[in-house]
């Protein structure tokens, strides 16, 4: 089915996360430099108020009754030994959004500390924070989800090229997905451009698939992973990448499969609905497959997080039960 481009929801999560992203990207030019010669991370906390903050002004104005369900909190900006921190997240969401002032400021992000609701929209303003502060992949992620099921995913993918590969310094991207009506790239700063429709890929063999990992070894377990690539017959060096820009890579046929693994130092932990929403829809409208580590579909309607899941496995759809069965074999 055609996708409606003037449709009100849809516009309203392109604008949003192209002006978000697009702001992100200005703070990461201007302060991520001079901060990583000084161990600070403070530039990454500017841009995640920031972004969630112009997220939270722009569905005030637009759909003032919807929910926002976001990462971030203002209360840490209402510390007085944070003004000088709060002082520069008004500076720059300033850029986006005219009126802001301090008070406003933690008003717009602080609508993201909402519970889910029937229908909602949730936020990650920058996931992948220490790509982010490498200079490396990270996304603005915005997805509006309607009894428990993502019905629009928007990523904003500045180091990411259409074609779901790396660009570092190019014009980024912005993927889309609605429900029913496919995932499409656009540009990121070329609104002007025409959308071209994603397509996941046709490998089928599983000891041929490029599989997408994180960066940080920290967010999957690397060696059950391992074992799974093992049980698989795939001895392929896996495509390491940061954030939800990996569900853009396999969206656009850049990669096969990505899995989300528990740590074994956190084996309760259930995933943040923000970090899967919008790249979770974007796999599937591309043609793929997601779900638990367990073949149980993404519960969206659980509350902040994945509550009813454990981990996480996207696919071409074509290798999905293949891995599955060895995420089986190996006891994960």
Known sequence: MAIDWQNTELQFALETVRQAAGLVRAIQQELVE????????????VADFAAQCVTGCMLERVFPHDVLVGEESADPLKESSNEAMLDLVVRYAGRVVTDATPTKVCDWIDRGAAQPAKRFWTIDPIDGTKGFLRGEQYVVALALIRDGRPQIGVLGCPNLAADGKPDYGGGGSLMAAVRGHGAWVLALEDAAVTPKQLHVSEIADPTEARVLRSVESGHTNVGLLDHILAQMGNDAEPV???????????????????????SPSKPDYREKIWDQAA????????????????GRPLDFGAGRTLANNRGVLASNGKLHDAALEAVAAVGA
């Not at 820009?245 to 989300?260: I, M, N, V």
């Open 34 to 45: 001079p901060a990583l010669t000084k161990d600070d991370r403070s530039p990454v906390t």
């Open 240 to 262: 390491q990448m940061d954030s939800q820009a990996k569900y853009g890579a396999l969206a656009a046929g850049s990669g096969d499969l990505l899995f989300r693994l528990l």
């Open 279 to 294: 790249g979770s829809l974007l796999v599937e409208e591309a043609g793929g497959r997601i779900s638990d580590i367990e």
